[in-house]
């Protein structure tokens, strides 16, 4: 979560010893950083109001939402933004919803297919206070003024009472798959659906980008499960990609007050929400499920204490400017205004953490996406409702 106060010492001390573990938890994480990289940061694109996801196209020129249900373009040299592109589906827009992220096929180039994940309003009067996520696919015209042959991938059922923790993030693998995170929808008397394969709350899910239901799908074949879901026990994951060589998703997730994790996804695997946390309710940090791990649930493979990070998107890091950091994770952070990066040795499908440090702290920015570009440089999207592109490049254009 992006706004939880953090609890006060004696709140700490009445709470018992996991909060204070989260209290301190993390500070000598930041104290272990090696050297700085040499770069500066610069403002690539601006006037983007609440912009929420991007992603570049083959040509260099990078797709952006802003969360009112616009779509816009950025030229390949980030001098001008698009007017809004046309076509888009209706969104719902109240509280953290609207035009969430966007993403191209992995055939972009020769198909112009992109997704859109979006909240939509339940069309029936009565319910009208309701929204779930959304999922279309639609072609992008060849002058990018407008989508057309917009098609409804996925849609989320039951529709549930506006709110936070929406999850909404969209990753696609090479094979043709495309992954959608879930959230809880933060309700506490709702939080055990991230449990119940009924429910799409607290998933995430795998459909094929024709909009199908893969039949190697691990509940694809379970009587009352939904056939979408992939993983589960989620509480608000709001990053995700597929790792290149191991075409397995990676997520990073909302925890409630400290508790936040980067998540290495396996098929049809319990990731723990709400049966255990590493953080605590908000306030009171009164403790949440049985602990942080129990057999049979999977443990993150990072997590974060106090102060939450908050942590918005992941990529892993594969370009050639920045070689200290090709093969880290780097994490944007909302509450936490920076980019972690988040060193790994061993396996990719076993990967360790060596060293994780924050980068980019002096913008004070809310980080909501961030990209690695064409040219191997970083492109970080900054939240607000006067958002802009930095850019992160090396000092010595050389590269
Ligand atoms: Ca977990």
Same mark, same amino acid.
């Given at each position: 979560?992006?706004?939880?106060?953090?609890?006060?010492?004696?709140?700490?001390?009445?709470?018992?010893?996991?909060?204070?573990?989260?209290?301190?938890?993390?500070?000598?994480?930041?104290?272990?950083?090696?050297?700085?990289? $040499?770069?500066?940061?610069?403002?690539?694109?601006?006037?983007?109001?609440?912009?929420?996801?991007?992603?570049?196209?083959?040509?260099?020129?990078?797709?952006?939402?802003?969360?009112?249900?616009?779509?816009?373009?950025?030229?390949?040299?980030?001098?001008?933004?698009?007017?809004?592109?046309?076509?888009?589906? $209706?969104?719902?827009?109240?509280?953290?919803?609207?035009?969430?992220?966007?993403?191209?096929?992995?055939?972009?180039?020769?198909?112009?297919?992109?997704?859109?994940?979006?909240?939509?309003? @339940?069309?029936?009067?009565?319910?009208?206070?309701?929204?779930?996520?959304?999922?279309?696919?639609?072609?992008?015209? @060849?002058?990018?003024?407008?989508?057309?042959?917009?098609?409804?991938?996925?849609?989320?059922?039951?529709?549930?009472?506006?709110?936070?923790?929406?999850?909404?993030?969209?990753?696609?693998?090479?094979?043709?798959?495309?992954?959608?995170?879930?959230?809880?929808?933060?309700?506490?008397?709702?939080?055990?659906?991230?449990?119940?394969?009924?429910?799409?709350?607290?998933?995430?899910?795998?459909?094929?980008?024709?909009?199908?239901?893969?039949?190697?799908?691990?509940?694809?074949?379970?009587?009352?499960?939904?056939?979408?879901?992939?993983?589960?026990?989620?509480?608000?994951?709001?990053?995700?990609?597929?790792?290149?060589?191991?075409?397995?998703?990676?997520?990073?997730?909302?925890?409630?007050?400290?508790?936040?994790?980067?998540?290495?996804?396996?098929?049809?695997?319990?990731?723990?929400?709400?049966?255990?946390?590493?953080?605590?309710?908000?306030?009171?940090? $009164?403790?949440?499920?049985?602990?942080?791990?129990?057999?049979?649930?999977?443990?993150?493979?990072?997590?974060?204490?106090?102060?939450?990070?908050?942590?918005?998107?992941?990529?892993?890091?594969?370009?050639?400017?920045?070689?200290?950091?090709?093969?880290?994770?780097?994490?944007? $952070?909302?509450?936490?205004?920076?980019?972690?990066?988040?060193?790994?040795?061993?396996? @990719?499908?076993?990967?360790?953490?060596?060293?994780?440090?924050?980068?980019?702290?002096?913008?004070?920015?809310?980080?909501?996406?961030?990209?690695?570009?064409?040219?191997?440089?970083?492109?970080?999207?900054?939240?607000?409702?006067?958002?802009?592109?930095?850019?992160?490049?090396?000092?010595?254009?050389?590269?």
């Amino acid at each position: 979560m992006n706004t939880a106060p953090r609890p006060s010492l004696s709140t700490c001390l009445r709470a018992g010893l996991l909060c204070a573990a989260l209290l301190f938890g993390h500070a000598a994480d930041a104290a272990r950083g090696p050297a700085p990289t $040499a770069f500066q940061t610069s403002t690539y694109a601006a006037g983007l109001e609440l912009p929420w996801g991007m992603e570049f196209m083959p040509d260099g020129r990078l797709l952006v939402t802003e969360r009112a249900g616009r779509l816009r373009i950025v030229d390949a040299q980030g001098d001008k933004v698009s007017i809004p592109v046309r076509g888009l589906p $209706a969104v719902d827009r109240r509280s953290h919803g609207g035009l969430l992220d966007v993403t191209i096929d992995p055939a972009f180039e020769a198909n112009r297919l992109i997704y859109l994940s979006y909240t939509e309003v @339940d069309r029936r009067r009565s319910r009208a206070g309701r929204n779930g996520i959304a999922v279309a696919r639609a072609r992008l015209s @060849d002058d990018g003024a407008r989508v057309e042959q917009l098609k409804v991938l996925f849609r989320q059922t039951p529709k549930i009472a506006i709110g936070e923790n929406l999850g909404g993030r969209l990753a696609v693998s090479g094979d043709g798959h495309l992954f959608l995170t879930l959230g809880d929808r933060y309700a506490p008397e709702d939080r055990m659906r991230a449990q119940s394969l009924g429910y799409y709350q607290g998933k995430t899910v795998r459909i094929r980008t024709d909009g199908g239901v893969p039949a190697d799908n691990p509940f694809a074949q379970r009587a009352g499960a939904r056939p979408e879901i992939w993983s589960l026990g989620h509480r608000n994951p709001q990053g995700a990609f597929v790792h290149p060589r191991t075409g397995q998703l990676w997520v990073a997730e909302h925890g409630p007050q400290g508790g936040d994790e980067i998540n290495v996804v396996r098929k049809g695997r319990n990731y723990g929400w709400p049966l255990v946390s590493f953080g605590c309710e908000y306030n009171t940090c $009164a403790p949440i499920g049985g602990g942080t791990a129990k057999a049979g649930l999977a443990p993150p493979l990072v997590h974060w204490g106090l102060p939450a990070i908050a942590p918005s998107n992941l990529i892993l890091y594969t370009g050639d400017q920045f070689p200290e950091w090709k093969g880290s994770v780097l994490v944007g $952070a909302l509450a936490g205004k920076a980019v972690w990066r988040i060193e790994l040795a061993g396996e @990719d499908a076993a990967p360790r953490v060596v060293r994780r440090e924050p980068l980019f702290a002096e913008l004070g920015e809310r980080i909501r996406d961030i990209r690695q570009g064409p040219d191997g440089g970083l492109y970080l999207l900054v939240d607000g409702v006067q958002g802009r592109v930095v850019r992160v490049a090396r000092t010595d254009a050389s590269l």
